[in-house]
């Protein structure tokens, strides 16, 4: 479990040896603007946030 205001990227590893990690980038508002996972180095999933003028989430683009 990541801590509530944890600083990213934050490196998760398992016994196995796997390393996932999570970043994340946020508008200068306050709001997440893209989340990205990767495994052992490799990106699995790239996700892309737009809101509107309400800041309610419009759109979310996702690779992965």
Do not use: F, H
């Not at 016994?15 to 893209?34: D, P, V």
């Amino acid at each position: 479990m990541i801590a509530l205001g944890a600083k990213l990227p934050v490196p998760l590893r398992t016994k196995g040896g796997i390393t996932l990690m999570l970043s994340q980038t946020w508008l200068k508002n306050g709001l997440l603007a893209a989340r990205t996972t990767q495994k052992n180095g490799i990106k699995l999933r790239e996700e892309q946030y737009a809101y509107d003028d309400r800041n309610p989430a419009s759109e979310l683009y996702c690779i992965g």
